[in-house]
């Protein structure tokens, strides 16, 4: 390789090595990170018989989890061995800064009653059941890593 070629290569290096950090991380301070998940802060009543926590991925069409509140409200959980995908999950929005619905079904222990389709709509910094009229503030989280606390 030509000492010229050789040169202009290591000075190349040298400088994304020296200004390549500080373009990255201009680029991403430009726009606010926002957490993924949307979270019920307190366990919400959905017809099921037990209250639930619930999260929400809004840009994720089946993207719904349930778990049963921990020792005192959502941060934990009393079920294991982790949250749970919630079955025929559906999340829709009709505009990027309108109200969320979202769907799924529970199996419940019941002869005569199998399962409970549940209805949310997240909207105004809340959650809202749409059965029992239930409304719960929510918060954002960037994971579903909640630990296991039981009452």
Same mark, same amino acid.
């Not at 919400?44 to 089946?62: E, Y």
């Given at each position: 390789m030509p000492p010229v070629v050789a040169h202009m290569r290591c000075g190349c290096f040298l400088f994304l090595l020296a200004f390549g950090p500080l373009a990255c991380r201009s680029a991403s301070e430009s726009r606010p #990170?926002?957490?993924?998940y949307v979270v019920t802060a307190s366990p919400?009543? $959905? *017809?099921? *018989? +037990?209250?639930?926590?619930?999260?929400? &991925?809004?840009? &994720? !069409? &089946?993207g719904v989890w349930w778990w049963e509140p921990g020792a005192s409200d959502c941060s934990s959980r009393s079920t294991g061995p982790g949250?749970?995908? %919630?079955?025929? %999950? +559906?999340?829709s929005h009709s %505009?990027? #800064? *309108?109200?969320?619905?979202? #769907?799924?079904?529970? !199996? $419940?222990h019941s002869a005569t009653r199998p399962f $409970?389709?549940?209805r949310l709509v997240v909207e105004d910094g809340d959650m809202r059941a749409v059965e029992t009229g239930a409304r719960v503030p929510i918060h954002r989280r960037n994971d579903l890593n909640v630990p296991e606390r039981w009452r």
């Open positions: #990170s926002v957490p993924r919400i009543a $959905v *017809g099921v *018989g +037990t209250d639930l926590c619930i999260a929400v &991925d809004p840009l &994720d !069409q &089946d949250v749970f995908h %919630a079955e025929l %999950a +559906t999340v %505009a990027q #800064s *309108g109200p969320v619905e979202l #769907s799924f079904r529970v !199996q $419940v $409970v389709d549940v």
